[in-house]
């Protein structure tokens, strides 16, 4: 767990409907600034529309949230400018070169041309894509992709940065890497926001959040969850909730 006690995402009473469907039912919860906070549950759980409204790119329904010590609803632009975010499913643009695409999110960051290429050669070689720079991102290993997107999410070092499903499809060892790289991340300081559909992954996390149809089912430390429900591995905790929630025909 990180020493400090500091909440850099302070989250009460967040709702989000679309029409009658509550995709957020009264979430509250906070994050520890240095922490890595896994967020999990089921497809459908309401994950991924919590990042969005976390990283201002949807409104709440109501709520009070706090991120980075900006408000969501009057501070978004500012919001924006102190969080990374990378998506499973969109990154990077296929018909750019690595080079290209770590300098179009070093631009959206708001970083300058020095600093982007200054930037682009660290990380390149902390990497060892050099060789890489002008391959286009469809040419390259998902692992890699993976890999690059993560980094071009933190190029602008930011406060916070949002992983929503960041390992899927990768191989285990490619997993673990990508781990490695988190684990470095918040070592610098950065907050690791992070979805996930492997269990094991859990494991990893200071703190652990498992949302059932919309709610927050359960939240603490992997160890504590695994007490609590008497449960071997996060997968064990999983699987008790899922059929606690489960409801009747």
């Known amino acids: 767990m990180p020493a400090t006690t500091e909440n850099i995402i302070t989250v009460r009473n967040l709702v989000k409907r679309f029409g009658s469907f509550v995709a957020n039912d009264h979430l509250t919860f906070e994050v520890k600034k240095g922490e890595i906070f896994g967020f999990l549950g ?4 309401g994950k991924t529309t919590t990042i969005k409204i976390l990283c201002g790119l949807s409104y709440p329904t109501s709520g009070e949230l706090s991120i980075a010590g900006f ?6 632009e500012k919001v924006k400018k102190n969080i990374g975010y990378m998506s499973q ?3 990077l643009y296929d018909d750019l070169t690595v080079y290209e695409n770590i ?4 631009g959206i960051y708001g970083l300058g041309k020095k600093e982007i290429d200054s930037r682009a050669h660290a990380l390149m070689q902390r990497l060892g894509f050099e060789t890489s720079r002008n391959k286009l991102i469809r040419d390259i290993p998902l692992g890699w992709k993976q890999k690059l997107a993560f980094s071009v999410a933190i190029v602008h070092n930011p406060k916070i940065v949002f992983l929503d499903e960041p390992t899927g499809g990768v ?3 490619t997993r673990r890497q990508f ?7 918040a070592h610098d300081g950065i907050t690791v926001f992070v979805t996930t559909h492997y269990m094991d992954e859990a494991e990893y996390c200071d703190r652990v959040s498992i949302m059932t149809d919309g709610r927050i089912a359960a939240l603490d430390t992997p160890d504590n969850l695994k007490r609590q429900f008497n449960a071997p591995s996060m997968n064990d905790v ?10 009747p025909i």
């Open 103 to 106: 300098r179009f999110y070093g």
């Open 179 to 185: 781990w490695d790289m988190i684990f470095e991340a």
């Open 42 to 45: 089921a497809n459908g759980a």
């Open 71 to 76: 408000d969501i609803y009057t501070q978004r």
């Open 89 to 91: 499913r969109f990154s």
């Open 171 to 173: 191989d285990p060892i």
């Open 238 to 247: 999983f699987v008790k909730l899922a059929r606690r929630e489960e409801k």
